[in-house]
């Protein structure tokens, strides 16, 4: 090979043939590491690719290359392309319909170089990552997945971003279990298994081949597929656990047995899959609710068009009896909306002009026109999906610890077990075939689906329950900690209350009640803050003036400059800062704030010209929420910047703690201090509620809320209801229920049969049923949460 010149340090890659498993990787890596001016040398037996950086003033490359092929790896440079090849792409993976399949695939591609972020889901069976293809092309990529048993289907959005909501698609159609590769897997071991027994019958001479005959072809398949897990770094699958206890059964001459473990096998990951189905079915049919068409609005004129197509903005007519085809608001038109099918909602709600509307939702009896504020890729719906999706790579700190402990007890079992195989004949005298059996025995044994298994899909089935009831979790990790919290703090305005205070008493003090109003609303206008729109309400076909120089001053004042004069409307507080205010109009204020309203004091300059009260009615069920929630053992504490008068008087008839006059500082003090003591949840729904949120264990945001509290919080109530924060509490606990069960079902069956396996009492065949129980006893016990309804 002719070398042209290179500068020091000059970055090189290689095509290497014949480096291609993970010995002769480490051969390579061990040679070039001691060699002078080479540099980071980095290998990949998968892609056969060399990387490093080289000086050529201390190694010639002729020299390099001359020592690989010394070694018997014959190198060729690989010329650099201009630049990264990076892009993003998404993939319908087939056959990865369990958490043990997700926990494969992931595995294998974050070791391929250049797979940037990878993130999986059995759920909706999808593989998204971020590909150099520098580094390894997407056809590497591709056959790496077919390698192991999960060929890929590119998705159409193949350069969505990982990570970010696509658009909902057509379901795949679930085929029938026969026509399934492991469906048809069961079929042919179950027929070879049949035919092997006939013939023992007809010709017991011939039974033992006719046996090992059915054996070694049904595992077949199985070790291919552990063969390319372990050059691909994950030896220690369950393939390769079934595959060395398959072929050692025949070894020992249990080719009957050897050949049953097959075919059990085989039956179990059928049932596994069957199973999972059904929580995959629930996501289907979720993204089967939006519609696929719009009737889009052009003047008087409708269109339909794809919903795909539809642009924030634009306006659709929905028919009485249509679905809504996109998140959007009323511009025109009344009707009652079942929201049930997306927020879980169980009545019809009413909707007029100005009203939320969500993607999915039918529309039971008017006409009304729509304006789109999310696109396809970015509604409700969509949201959920890619929230059940993010769910399984964002972990439960339980799913995270038997990862990390399945990692090192696989390998630890297998040599358990092959230390049982060798060390009492060798030792002790005893026969040789007898302990190779209960070796093989306690490989089958060791296997850890069950285990792995018992957290992802309880907790898959748990946000799946969750998503039908309007409560929307994002990941493993949220889920279990919203069910320890022992304090929950709730923001007041919009989250205990309805968020549509009014205007319910104006008190003239040096100015006539009308101009108390213009000019408190002349002050508000622009504002979108909750007591500023109660006041634009109350001032509704009045003359109101321009405001100039209008500012806020955080949790205290609007100040404005109306027709010359410095006005502004604030907290009493706020204006015993500027001047002291009268006695007889403190008592007034007073009277007011005992009767659990706002008030707010109309300023020119330091001197009142009135007061204005306000108050914003508890949501319907918030008292039975709270109520719900000491009963289930969790403290429950309003924080709000509202007057300590109001939020006593609102506290009081909630039966809640209650701490008032907070800025959002404060909010964050008493987290921090609050979470001293325990866990703490924080419910709110405003910006000023986000850092509060974020400083929590759980953020919890309201679902009529600011897009900054939803993408802050770690959970959101698609309900308007207080109740789904009792609800999230009792799903998280129904779910960390269900997780210790399927922790105790699989270790107890292992820990049975281990014992009754040494003692002789039981063999192949239930060691394997033992796993394959366990992984079916788990998956049935998860998707009983799919029917979770709170009490």
């Not at 999960?150 to 698609?169: F, I, K, V």
């Not at 308007?720 to 069956?749: C, E, K, P």
């Not at 002789?760 to 016990?781: E, F, M, Q, R, Y």
């Amino acid at each position: 090979m002719t070398a042209s010149p290179s500068t020091p340090g000059t970055p090189l890659r290689y095509f290497v043939e014949r480096m291609d498993c993970a010995d002769c990787a480490r051969t390579v890596q061990s040679a070039l590491t001691r060699l002078p001016g080479v540099g980071d040398p980095r290998v990949n037996f998968t892609t056969q690719t060399l990387s490093l950086t080289l000086d050529e003033t201390q190694l010639p490359r002729e020299k390099l290359e001359h020592t690989l092929r010394s070694l018997g790896y014959p190198p060729v440079l690989e010329n650099a392309p201009a630049a990264p090849a990076a892009q993003t792409l998404r993939y319908f993976v087939n056959n990865m319909d369990c958490a043990d399949c997700a926990n494969k695939v992931q595995g294998v591609v974050s070791r391929l170089p250049g797979a940037g972020e990878p993130k999986v889901s059995f759920t909706t069976q999808t593989l998204s990552l971020t590909l150099d293809e520098t580094k390894t092309s997407r056809a590497q990529l591709e056959q790496t997945l077919r390698s192991i048993g999960y060929p890929p289907d590119l998705q159409e959005d193949a350069q969505a971003t990982p990570g970010t909501p696509s658009a909902p698609r057509p379901a795949r159609v679930e085929l029938p279990w026969h026509q399934t590769s492991k469906g048809r897997n069961v079929l042919l071991t179950g027929a070879l298994f049949a035919l092997a027994f006939v013939l023992s019958l007809v010709a017991p001479s011939f039974a033992f081949y006719a046996y090992a005959a059915a054996t070694l072809i049904g595992v077949w398949p199985l070790l291919l597929k552990a063969v390319a897990s372990t050059r691909l770094g994950e030896p220690f699958t369950i393939n390769t656990l079934i595959s060395v206890a398959a072929i050692g059964a025949v070894a020992i001459g249990e080719a009957a047995e050897g050949a049953l473990v097959v075919f059990l096998f085989a039956i179990g990951e059928l049932l596994e899959n069957v199973a999972a189905g059904r929580a995959r079915a629930g996501i289907q049919a979720l993204a089967a609710l939006a519609p696929k068409t719009a009737l889009l609005l052009s003047g008087t004129q409708t269109q339909e068009v794809p919903v795909e197509s539809l642009q924030v903005g634009q306006l659709v007519r929905v028919q009485p009896g249509g679905r809504v085809p996109a998140d959007g608001t009323i511009t025109e038109g009344n009707s009652n909306l079942d929201d049930s099918p997306v927020t879980g909602e169980s009545v019809p709600v009413h909707k007029s002009t100005g009203d939320q509307v969500y993607a999915g939702s039918i529309n039971t009896d008017g006409v009304l026109t729509v304006r789109v504020d999310r696109g396809a890729s970015d509604n409700t719906i969509a949201r959920i999906i890619h929230l059940v999706e993010e769910a399984e790579s964002s972990k439960a700190p339980t799913a995270r610890f038997l990862d990390r402990f399945s990692r090192w007890y696989t390998p630890a079992a297998m040599a358990v077990a092959f230390l049982f195989a060798v060390i009492p004949p060798l030792l002790f005298g005893q026969d040789w075939n007898e302990w190779i059996y209960k070796g093989v025995a306690l490989l089958l044994i060791a296997c850890p689906c069950a285990l792995v298994l018992s957290v992802p899909a309880a907790v898959t089935s748990g946000i799946s329950a969750g998503a039908r009831q309007g409560l929307l979790i994002k990941g493993g990790a949220a889920l279990e900690t919203i069910g320890s919290v022992n304090t929950i703090a709730f923001d007041k305005t919009g989250t205990l209350t309805e968020n549509k205070p009014q205007v319910t008493d104006v008190i003239p003090l040096s100015a006539s009640e009308q101009d108390v109003v213009t000019l408190a609303a002349a002050v508000e206008t622009g504002s979108a803050h909750p007591l500023a729109k109660a006041i634009l309400d109350r001032a509704k076909g009045q003359t109101i003036l321009t405001a100039e120089n209008a500012r806020a001053i955080p949790g205290k004042a609007v100040t404005a400059t109306v027709g010359g004069r410095t006005l502004a409307v604030g907290s009493p507080r706020y204006a015993q800062e500027l001047a002291p205010v009268a006695p007889d109009v403190l008592g007034r204020i007073e009277v007011l704030e005992h009767q659990g309203k706002t008030v707010v004091v109309l300023l020119d300059g330091a001197a009142p010209l009135g007061l204005l009260a306000i108050r914003d009615e508890p949501r319907a069920h918030a008292k039975a929420a709270i109520a719900k929630l000491t009963a289930l053992g969790v403290r429950s504490v309003m924080l709000t910047g509202d007057n300590a008068r109001t939020g006593h008087a609102i506290a009081g008839d909630l039966g809640l703690d209650v701490e008032a006059e907070l800025m959002p500082e404060d909010k964050l003090r008493r987290i921090a201090e609050l979470k001293r003591s325990g866990k703490v949840a924080m419910v709110g729904d405003g910006i000023n509620d986000a850092p509060a949120l974020a400083q929590s264990d759980v953020g919890i945001a309201m679902g009529g809320g600011t897009d900054v509290a939803l993408e802050t919080a770690d959970a959101a109530l698609l309900r308007h209801s207080v109740m789904g924060v009792s609800d999230l509490v009792q799903l998280s606990r129904a779910v960390m229920t269900n997780i210790r069960q399927n922790v105790t079902f699989a270790l107890g069956l292992k820990a049975i049969f281990l014992v009754t396996t040494l003692l002789g009492i039981t063999g192949l065949w239930p060691a394997i049923l033992s796993d394959t129980g366990a992984t079916v006893l788990v998956t049935a016990n998860a998707l009983r949460l799919l029917r979770f309804r709170p009490s």
